[in-house]
């Protein structure tokens, strides 16, 4: 009997077709003066089994819970126990709808079926099963000890499933992160620009000042070489990423409180008191300057301890990546146009092959760049198509990339419970267009007392933010930001050069550092001028 259930069961899944199974929200609440709530996560499919989009449109159930027992045959459970209840079984060889079928005899107003293995959500068409009329929805083993623990023998439950919101304002904490690291990176990008032209115009020592300068400027070369270096590294997290995982995050910790320290020292240097100083071999160290080492350290050591810790470890993950964005944006130079756009056009090119393009040759239809993004263990749900399989247990935490600004979703939705509690944007998506706002504002700098690049600039990289936004709200799908980030940016620094009847200057670059030294006494003068003009005003 128990092979003739299982092939048909086979034959069902075979022959039928599949249809769109959704997620949706068991509200569970004590049943008495307990005014104790929690939610739960359910998945149902949508052909079957149609759920109200509001808590308010709901009535509460009184839930029997009858795990560990199966519900394949009508004396499983008494019907006395489930009669006008949800009830919760366990998953047994039977059929879905032979167990639907048995509870909505038995009286039964709502069947949820619980398993402590994965389990995919039944597929068929609501026409072919007009006889069940009761809700049939799947919940995870572990909610429902959960449950249990929670509220006892006495809760009362209601389902629903609300519509995915079509805007999160989380993007707009991503939106004002993003442009102002890009805003700010790009302006002290300049103050460094105007401090090394008032150095060198006063310094006698040229050499050192140019090599100092080439140390932290990419040429087309360089450029070439390091969109490689992204290509090969990206490929090498995809196949070996429980490893290199935590390479990376060693280098962000090493990195971001180095960034860290570099931005606010910035900061505490402008200010006069308190320079105390200390010697020690032979050198003289600000006091305050430790203190705040120590700070970085200990902000990078706390977010390494407690990185997979949701409710806070966020932000200092947020604060370490703007800090680690601002420095690399500030310190990492273009030498002219020409370099960026091979660094963007390519970088362009990578964004789309390894989203789009990559899903063709993975055995798994993913894409490389989001299975390294999100980790190989990140999607908590895996979806084939129209099939969804229902985890056993909550994901349990598995290290990420430290390589994105995070923000939680600010409106609760089911994928706030079920899948992506997150909204994020990569580093890439702030550094790859900052460093040519950085180049803008470098430019303004050494050409005219005017903000016009880096200020268009800027205003571009906020509309091509606004611009992925709207395709990701429209399409319901992670967009590659460059995408529209790049030829906002790049196809605004063009119209404006032209414009000004610059672009052959804007494309070979006006920057001291790359000059033949014959023409560095003259433009040592023209830097000089331009410095004093500044100071004048």
């Not at 149609?50 to 394949?72: F, H, Q, R």
């Not at 909204?423 to 550094?431: A, C, E, P, Q």
């Not at 014959?518 to 000089?528: G, N």
Request: proline fraction near 4%; charged fraction near 15%.
């Amino acid at each position: 009997m128990g092979a003739s259930r299982l092939l048909r069961a086979v034959l069902w899944g075979l022959l039928l077709p599949l249809v769109s199974a959704q997620e949706g929200i068991l509200h569970a609440s004590g049943n008495g003066t307990s005014l104790l709530s929690k939610d739960y996560c359910i998945w149902y499919n949508s052909a079957w089994t149609s759920l109200p989009n509001t808590l308010s449109n709901t009535t509460s159930t009184s839930l029997e819970i009858l795990t560990p027992k199966v519900l394949c045959n009508d004396s499983d459970v008494p019907s006395a126990a489930i009669k006008g209840k949800a009830v919760v079984v366990m998953r047994g060889n039977c059929m879905f709808l032979d167990t639907a079928r048995i509870a909505q005899r038995l009286g039964a107003k709502i069947l949820l079926i619980a398993s402590n293995t994965s389990l995919a959500v039944p597929s068929g068409n609501r026409t072919d099963f007009k006889d069940v009329t009761i809700p049939l929805v799947l919940i995870r083993y572990s909610d429902v000890v959960d449950i249990q623990q929670t509220f006892g023998s006495k809760v009362n439950v209601t389902l629903y499933s609300p519509s995915f919101p079509e805007f999160d304002y989380s993007m707009v904490v991503i939106f004002l992160i993003s442009v102002f690291t890009v805003a700010l990176g790009g302006y002290w990008s300049g103050v460094s620009e105007l401090e090394d032209m008032k150095a060198v115009a006063s310094s006698g020592d040229r050499e050192t000042s140019r090599k100092e300068e080439e140390n932290v400027t990419l040429t087309p070369f360089t450029v070439v070489i390091f969109v490689i270096i992204c290509c090969v590294m990206l490929v090498l997290l995809y196949f070996f990423y429980k490893w290199l995982v935590y390479v990376i995050i060693a280098v962000f910790c090493v990195a971001s409180a180095l960034s860290l320290y570099n931005c606010l020292a910035a900061l505490i240097r402008k200010i006069s008191c308190g320079q105390c100083r200390i010697s020690c071999c032979n050198r003289s160290i600000e006091v305050r300057l430790i203190f705040l080492a120590g700070f970085c350290i200990a902000t990078a050591v706390v977010w390494a301890v407690f990185r997979n810790e949701d409710r806070f470890a966020w932000i200092l993950q947020d604060i370490l990546g703007v800090a680690f964005c601002l420095n690399f944006i500030k310190t990492l130079k273009m030498p002219n146009f020409k370099s960026c756009v091979i660094l963007l056009g390519l970088l362009l090119l990578y964004d789309v092959f390894f989203v789009f393009i990559t899903p063709f040759f993975t055995k798994n239809g993913e894409s490389i760049m989001v299975e390294v993004a999100a980790g190989p263990f990140g999607n908590s749900e895996k979806s084939d198509g129209n099939l969804v399989e229902v985890p056993a247990e909550r994901s349990a935490p598995h290290e990420k990339l430290p390589v994105v600004v995070r923000v939680p979703r600010l409106e609760f939705s089911v994928l706030t419970l079920c899948a992506k509690p997150f909204s994020l944007l990569g580093f890439g998506d702030i550094i790859v267009p900052g460093l040519l706002v950085a180049y803008c504002r470098r430019f303004d700098v050494q050409t005219s007392l005017s903000s016009i690049y880096y200020v268009s600039c800027t205003i571009a990289y906020a509309v091509g933010m606004v611009l992925t936004f709207v395709v990701l709200a429209l399409t319901k799908m992670g967009q590659p930001a460059l995408l529209y980030l790049v030829p906002c940016t790049l196809v605004t620094s063009s119209l404006v050069a032209w414009k000004r009847k610059e672009m052959k200057k804007f494309w070979k670059g006006n920057n001291y550092q790359m000059m033949d030294p014959l023409d560095y006494t003259a433009h040592e003068e023209s830097a000089s001028a331009a410095t004093e003009q500044l100071e004048g005003q």
